[in-house]
């Protein structure tokens, strides 16, 4: 999707985001791991994405794969991908209104994200995959992911070997 498009998009849906939120309350955040030289436009890093405004917010540069793949249990074919996405969930946001079933809203969330992330893959002619084999706190403090945000899933995007 062309960028202005999303933007405005974005607009038409005011708060709203392309996954379903139980009470709306979007407990969920986006992040990445960005490789050097891989992504048009972007320089290594971590980012992360801020869905008011459509846009990515840099909270770390670097090319920090290699590190994100070993504390995936090193699963190292993870660093071939020019980009890691890593969604998490805020469980206090859902809690609030729904309290111990919040954490199954946000689970089952996370699944329509990770659902989006792979249709946008392949409408771009691109692959992912997923993974939820990973240290949670490494992963948090190698991300700079808030203390408060819990990871749910990696999931890397790029070019298939065919
Ligand atoms: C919650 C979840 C966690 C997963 N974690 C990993 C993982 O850590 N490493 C991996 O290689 N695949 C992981 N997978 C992918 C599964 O292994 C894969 O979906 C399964 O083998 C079926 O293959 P397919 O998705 O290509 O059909 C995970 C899948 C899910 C849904």
Known sequence: MRRDRAVSDWR??????????????????????????????????IYHYEPQGHRLSQVTKGDLRTVTSRIALSQMWMADAPLIIVITAKYRRI?????????????????????????????????????????????????????SHEPLLMMPVGYGRE
């Open 95 to 147: 809690a609030v209104k729904y309290g111990d079933r919040g954490t199954r809203y946000a689970v089952i969330e996370a699944g329509h994200i990770g659902q989006n992330i792979f249709l946008q893959a392949e409408a771009l002619g691109l692959r992912a995959g997923i993974v939820g084999a990973f240290d949670d706190e490494k992963l948090k403090e190698a991300m700079k992911i808030a203390r």
């Open 12 to 45: 038409e849906r005011g708060d709203k985001r392309a996954a379903p939120s139980a009470g709306a309350l979007y407990p969920m955040d986006v992040y990445a791991t960005v490789g050097k030289d891989r992504v048009e436009f972007l320089e290594a890093g």
